[in-house]
């Protein structure tokens, strides 16, 4: 089933550009999701690309993260039509996609997923100062960085919280798997993960190639180094948010802009609760809980905003950190969120993302099982 | 915290645990006024949020109680809330609510004894645990 191929340029870049170029014409998909540098502004955005020379501008290994493009990949399937679809995803942004699927927001019918070995993400604050403006050359010097050292390098200190605690950079569900090359040639190697990728690979007549050899190894030393980030940071964020009270002090910079929660790939009820009558308090309620505290600190709710967010998608959360990057106010949220899903899937013995076979386990029941939860 | 008063809510199913309330105080079986009723018609409707508000506004403890398994007016209602319940299990005590502030149980409509001796079991251990919040102001 796995076949691999090696696409030669004259940089990353442009190799996995002609990658693209050459999927499109094959027909085989009538359009492709890629993030793409946009005209005059070098901002990097998920462009539906059905145009094959539109794909000169694509950018997939930019550390650039500007949103979670599972929810695009959610409009563009969730109801049936006949054309196929390629998309190009970080492996956070698969689980997500995985996760819609069981929750029945998308379709993979008709979709081709292709991602990489993920090079981590800037948050956009970071981004959008000072590397957004280098332009394409960034990415090349970023990624050979990135590969040379193995994700120990100079780049580590700019990358969000929630790549710094990775749970699988790693794509495990896809149809194709493009990697910039290891070794200086400046090629990329395709690998196809599936029957559907295969097939399309066979069309486009690309140079086999023999499968890269030291990736095992790499692969676990970066997965024994976010597995020890990941520890020290649920440690410090579990301390910072031990009780009701420390969690009050962790939010208390919170607005009530619900940012983080539309910016959660998994969230994804068309009417939020808080949006609804129910939060629409009468004015005499506000100064009735005044009352009985002394005081009330305004907007209100707010953790109860925050506690609801963790019952609602903690057992979803794929830990993409899109809800600390669209935060106004640097919470610190990925830590906490990845922490308690951490927690909650583990209960269920439950992976985010992990399989589409696996049912959510809140879609399910069985009558003998969990007989430690009840009684007193 | 000697003079302390746990404050529990309990959600209660109208067919069995409602009942076995109902029963208990027709028998005159006495248990704690700690406890306020909030009936609903199966455990499987209880929201989490009902409980997180709960918590939020000043509960020391809740329990949500209902039908034995396989007894469920709504066939399988129950079953749905004992899930709802493991994850609330396993995300609560996070912030310093314990298992012990939560609970789950199955009370049929008979059990008038059992809910009356349910009760005072609860209000005993949550007393021990002492109050929930004592600074309420950061909570909400």
């Known amino acids: ?376 | 915290m000697e003079n302390f008063e746990p404050r529990i809510i309990a959600f209660v199913c109208n067919w069995c645990t409602y009942t076995a309330a109902d029963l208990a105080g027709t028998s005159r079986k006495k248990y704690p006024a700690n406890v306020r009723l909030i009936r609903v018609m199966c455990t499987g409707m209880v929201d989490p949020k009902y409980i997180l508000k709960a918590f939020l506004e000043g509960a020391d403890a809740v329990l949500v109680s209902g039908c034995h398994p396989g007894d469920c007016h709504y066939i399988n209602g129950n079953f749905k809330a004992r899930r709802r319940m493991k994850l609330l299990h396993e995300i609560l005590p996070n912030f310093s609510i314990p298992k012990e502030r939560l609970r789950l149980t199955w009370i049929g409509a008979s059990d008038g004894i059992m809910f009356a001796d349910t009760i005072d079991t609860m209000v005993d251990q949550v007393r021990k645990l002492g109050p929930l919040n004592e600074d309420k102001r950061m909570v909400i």
Do not use: W
């Open chain 1, 1 to 376: 089933m796995n076949s691999y191929h090696a696409i030669g340029r004259n940089s990353y870049l442009d190799a996995a550009r002609s990658f693209f170029k050459s999927l499109l014409e094959t027909g085989e998909v009538q359009s492709l999701l890629v993030p793409l540098r946009q005209d005059r502004t070098n901002d990097i955005m998920p462009t539906l690309v059905t145009d094959p020379e539109d794909t000169d501008k694509a950018d997939p290994f930019s550390p650039s993260f500007p949103l979670n493009s599972a929810k695009l990949v959610s409009r563009l399937t969730r109801k049936k039509n006949r054309k196929r679809v390629a998309v190009f995803l970080r492996p956070c942004e698969i689980r997500a996609v995985v996760e819609l699927v069981k929750l029945k927001q998308a379709d993979m019918e008709n979709l081709v997923i292709i991602s990489s070995d993920c090079f981590s993400a800037f948050p956009n604050s970071v981004f959008n100062t000072g590397f957004r403006e280098k332009g394409e050359e960034f990415t090349n010097e970023y990624i050979s960085a990135r590969m040379s050292a193995s994700f120990t390098d100079d780049y580590n200190g700019s990358i969000s919280e929630a790549c710094r605690i990775c749970t699988d950079p790693f794509p495990g569900i896809a149809d194709i798997v493009i990697n910039p090359d290891h070794s200086d040639a400046k090629q990329v190697t395709v690998e196809s993960k599936s029957d559907a990728g295969g097939h399309i690979l066979a069309q486009m007549g690309l140079d086999e190639a023999e499968p890269p050899k030291d990736g095992k190894e790499k692969r676990k030393k970066v997965m024994e180094e976010l597995g020890r980030n990941r520890e020290e940071t649920f440690q410090s964020i579990q301390e910072q948010t031990a009780d009701l009270e420390k969690l009050g002090v962790f939010f208390s910079s919170c607005v009530n802009c619900y940012n983080c929660r539309v910016a959660c790939p998994v969230c994804y009820c068309r009417e939020c609760v808080f949006n609804t009558d129910v939060f629409d308090h009468e004015p005499l309620q506000y100064i009735n809980r005044s009352q009985t505290r002394g005081s009330l600190r305004m907007p209100s709710d707010t953790m109860f905003f925050h506690l609801t967010r963790m019952i609602h998608i903690g057992l979803s959360c794929v830990g993409c950190g899109q809800c600390a990057n669209a935060c106004p106010n640097d919470i610190p949220l990925s830590g906490l969120f990845m922490s308690v899903a951490d927690k909650a899937q583990k209960g269920f013995d439950y992976t985010s993302g992990g399989s589409i076979e696996e049912n959510h386990p809140l879609s399910c029941f069985f009558e003998d099982e969990l007989n430690d939860v009840t009684g007193i």
